[in-house]
């Protein structure tokens, strides 16, 4: 059987022979010291999840994964970076990242957060209200308009939908996307639901996702 790739962007050789430690065994990782090298081999074969560090020698991490998202929507990416603050967090999910890790990280939850990213990415069709669900290439679309959703983001919109009209909790929809063996800060659903509601406006929908306090989010069909 293959192992799944994964594809690691990381220049510090301590954090390398981390990774190397970490993920070796159960998964075939490839690594890279720079944007050039990881763009050459992501030419050639696309992984099935990408780590990606922000500050590199040759390019900046957020142009790494802008780029990357130019291309390919689907694919995981987690940031791993010592940037802490909640600026660098946003703008990394607001560009396409899935998931972000700070500096210094356990293994334990770098192996929760790459684990529960590739379930996700290996799980039909439904529409309400203008919105398009493709299941298989987890896609949404409005108005025949892709919203360019990460994996996260589809996972999030596609429960809300399925459940038109309803209140799904907090808990529930972190347990969607996340599953039960991760567990996020609070305000990481919240930037992902920002982010959401960002890519429906800009395509030109309605301001469909409510926030019911204390509670969760529901989907109205407007």
Not at 33 to 47: L, V
Not at 58 to 87: C, F, H, T, W
Request: proline share 2%.
């Amino acid at each position: 059987m293959n192992k799944q790739l994964i594809y690691i962007v990381e220049d510090d050789d301590g954090i390398r022979e981390v990774y190397e430690g970490a993920l070796g065994d159960d998964y075939d990782v490839r690594l890279f010291y720079n944007g050039a090298q990881f763009f050459t081999a992501f030419k050639q074969t696309t992984p099935d999840i990408i780590i990606l560090d922000l500050m590199l020698p040759d390019m900046d991490g957020y142009e790494i994964l802008q780029n990357i998202r130019s291309v390919d929507q689907q694919v995981p990416i987690i940031i791993v970076s010592a940037k802490s603050d909640e600026i660098s967090y946003v703008k990394g999910l607001n560009k396409g990242a899935d998931d972000y890790i700070k500096k210094p990280f356990s293994v334990l939850e770098l192996l929760a957060c790459v684990k529960a990213n590739l379930r996700r990415a290996n799980l039909h069709v439904s529409s309400s209200g203008g919105f398009f669900v493709d299941s298989n290439l987890y896609k949404v679309f409005y108005n025949d308009k892709d919203l360019g959703l990460t994996l996260k983001e589809f996972m999030l919109l596609k429960s809300l939908i399925a459940n038109v009209g309803v209140t799904v909790t907090r808990e529930a929809l972190f347990k969607e996307a996340w599953k039960e063996d991760f567990m996020c800060e609070t305000r990481t659903l919240d930037m992902h639901i920002a982010s959401l509601r960002d890519k429906i406006k800009k395509a030109g929908g309605a301001d469909c996702i409510v926030t019911v306090r204390g509670v969760g989010y529901r989907y109205e069909n407007k």
